[in-house]
């Protein structure tokens, strides 16, 4: 089983749908990253949280420590946002070394 | 502007032959990493850097070295041992090892394939 899971493996929605990544770990940690690969293999670093929620224009990262539980939102989802999500966390203690989950494909068509 | 710059962005290798993949970043970062990214899997860590000449292995560096001679720079090869080198692979940098609050930057990354 891997530490970190991510669902749905894929995902196709239509433009303006309200979309959902889900991001279950198994090990305790000091932070999760929420990422995105482009079609062209780079990825940006789009959310660093440890509780709570952030907010960055139509993207929303929320997290459960507790619950070891983590959601990506996307609201009115646009064509430009299909690319793959992939969620990291990184060990608790003094490291910055990340495990990686294996992403989750996004395809929004107009 | 700063960021990670990797080359280049496809790499062809014989078999048997050694390739040296670039990573270059101007953020002033301590940190450097290198990752493997296989189909279906997550990025995997091959070797990471704290800082200038010091270098640790990570979970899968049979058949890869590097070097760290300058902190800017942090150039991976891919030996002949590598049985199944082909992959993406992906450099990555923070401020500094041990910074839990500072997010990882990536490159772009180089895709190898054998011929």
């Known amino acids: 089983k891997n530490e970190v899971e991510q669902s749905p493996q894929n995902l196709t929605a239509q433009e303006g749908e309200f979309i959902t990544i889900n991001c279950s770990y198994s090990?305790?940690?000091?932070?999760l990253h929420w990422l995105q690969q482009h079609p062209g293999g780079g990825i940006v670093s789009l959310f660093m949280?440890?509780?709570g929620k952030k907010k960055h224009g139509r993207l929303i990262a929320t997290i459960n420590i507790q619950e070891k539980h983590s959601s990506l939102h996307i609201t009115a989802s646009h064509p430009r946002d299909s690319a793959v999500y992939i969620c990291?966390?990184?060990?608790?203690?003094?490291?910055?070394?990340?495990?990686f989950g294996t992403g989750t494909l996004l395809a929004v068509q107009p | 502007d700063g960021g990670i710059t990797q080359s280049p962005k496809y790499l062809f290798r014989k078999e048997g032959q050694n390739v040296t993949l670039s990573c270059e970043q101007n953020?002033?970062?301590?940190?450097m990493y290198w990752y493997r990214q296989d189909p279906g899997q997550g990025l995997r860590l091959i070797y990471y850097?704290?800082?200038?000449?010091?270098?640790q292995k990570g979970d899968i560096a049979e058949g890869y070295s590097v070097s760290r001679e300058k902190k800017e720079s942090f150039p991976l090869t891919v030996t002949s041992a590598q049985k199944n080198p082909t992959a993406f692979y992906l450099c990555?940098?923070?401020?500094?090892?041990?910074?839990?609050?500072?997010?990882?930057?990536f490159g772009d990354g180089t895709r190898l394939s054998i011929l």
């Open positions: 990555a940098s923070s401020i500094r090892e041990g910074r839990s609050d500072q997010p990882q930057h």
């Open positions: 090990v305790g940690i000091s932070a």
């Open positions: 949280l440890s509780s």
């Open positions: 990291a966390v990184r060990y608790g203690g003094a490291t910055n070394k990340l495990i």
């Open positions: 953020l002033n970062h301590d940190a």
């Open positions: 850097s704290q800082i200038v000449n010091d270098f």
